[in-house]
């Protein structure tokens, strides 16, 4: 049997905070305790938002924090032919279908129900669009999304936009292709992403790959119980670093002592 697989999976758009190093060390730690394998993956499509100066930071981060990782470490940005493949075949079985649609016309004639994050849900208006007329559309250069098409455990979604080509947003198809590709068996993230995890789950099931099993942690809060964020001046981990801050004290607090 092939071993299990772990996995760290960092957005380089900002530094890492304490949350970020929670949830490594978590993934690390389960990794250990069953002589799993270990994997940090840079998850940097949105080339508007991410550096690599970010990149290269974050795995100094995990560096110092005492994580070790299987080199070669997979980018993002060097696998869109991977995650375009997998595109076109849910576009061939009629699983999704690219939506012209700006975010003032989808509210325009959006649903009553919200999804998740609070967004209305779409309303359908490019799900009967022909092929030619949407192969002609993405030729023309028009802006575009990937909507999967809502079904059972993914209604609560709506048609979830799982990709956004031009924008470089890739995240749901992104991910499910990689923890396919890198053998992952076990994901361990925030609660904050748990909602995502119905239309992975899918996404999978579509495209014939083997379900991980799915743990959602709790999320480190602030004193006054907010989500860590860069947005709410949450300490980075390297500002703790240049004011002197130890790993072991790092670690300690977070219950890795
Ligand atoms: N890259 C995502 C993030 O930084 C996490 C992806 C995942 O763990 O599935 O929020």
Redesign the pocket.
């Known amino acids: 049997m092939a071993r299990h697989a772990f996995r760290f999976?960092?957005?380089p758009n900002g530094l890492l905070h304490l949350g970020h190093a929670y949830s490594a060390l978590l993934n690390w730690r389960m990794a250990k305790a069953e002589d799993a394998r270990f994997l940090v993956r840079i998850?940097d499509t949105d080339i508007t938002r991410c550096t690599i100066a970010h990149a290269a930071q974050i795995l100094d981060d995990l560096a110092w924090l005492g994580l070790g990782w299987e080199e070669p470490v997979r980018v993002q940005s060097e696998h869109f032919a991977d995650y375009e493949e997998n595109i076109s075949r849910l576009w061939a079985m009629d699983a999704v279908y690219p939506c012209f649609c700006s975010r003032k016309e989808s509210l325009a004639h959006a649903r009553e129900e919200k999804d998740p994050d609070g967004v209305p849900l779409y309303g359908g208006t490019c799900r009967n669009l022909s092929r030619d007329e949407a192969e002609r559309r993405i030729a023309a250069g028009e802006q575009y999304g990937w909507r999967l098409k809502a079904s059972g455990d993914t209604a609560l979604w709506g048609d979830a936009v799982i990709a956004k080509p031009r924008v470089g947003s890739w995240y749901h198809i992104a991910?499910v292709t990689d923890d396919h590709l890198q053998g992952i068996t076990h994901?361990v993230?925030g609660k904050d992403?748990e909602a995502a995890t119905p239309l992975h789950i899918k996404l999978q099931k579509l495209l014939g790959f083997a379900t991980p099993l799915y743990t959602h942690h709790d999320l480190i809060r602030d004193e006054a119980g907010d989500k860590l964020s860069k947005s709410a001046g949450s300490p980075s981990l390297l500002s703790l670093r240049q004011n002197g801050v130890t790993a072991e004290k790092v670690r300690a607090e977070l219950g890795f002592g």
Do not use: G, T
């Open positions: 999976a960092p957005s998850e991910v994901v993230r992403i």
